[in-house]
């Protein structure tokens, strides 16, 4: 079972910076799998961020933060991070990391349904 535990969340001016972070124990299928980002703003749907496969770093950036976001993981320390730069007040929600069995290589699909195992969640707040 994959276990993940996120950090890093906290109140920002807008135009700022903030760095999560994800801790997760090893999948029971290691060969490729699939890490990504959440978030979930109050009175909206749980919206996909970004993802990356553990297998050839294929990345995936939902419209709303390409450019200002970038996912990346350390393999070894299994561990994934969102960089998160020029952050804007319609950014501020909760942000959940999450992890899949993937199999293959290229995108990692951003829907929440694809994924079995769920951080606690860390809030983000942007203000102007």
């Known amino acids: 079972q994959v276990q993940l535990v996120e950090s890093g969340g906290g109140s920002v001016q807008a135009g700022g910076s903030v760095r999560l972070s994800c801790a997760l124990s090893a999948y029971t299928d290691t060969t490729y799998y699939c890490l990504a980002w959440f978030r979930q703003a109050p009175g909206k749907e749980r919206e996909g961020v970004a993802t990356i496969n553990t297998g050839d770093d294929t990345t995936n950036y939902a419209d709303s933060v390409k450019g200002r976001f970038t996912i990346s993981q350390i393999n070894t320390k299994n561990t994934v991070y969102l960089q998160m730069d020029s952050l804007k007040p319609e950014d501020t929600a909760m942000y959940f990391c999450?992890?899949?069995?993937?199999?293959?290589?290229?995108?990692?699909?951003?829907?929440?349904?694809?994924?079995?195992?769920w951080g606690q969640g860390t809030q983000v707040t942007v203000s102007s």
């Open positions: 999450a992890a899949v069995g993937g199999g293959t290589i290229g995108s990692c699909d951003m829907s929440s349904r694809w994924y079995d195992y």
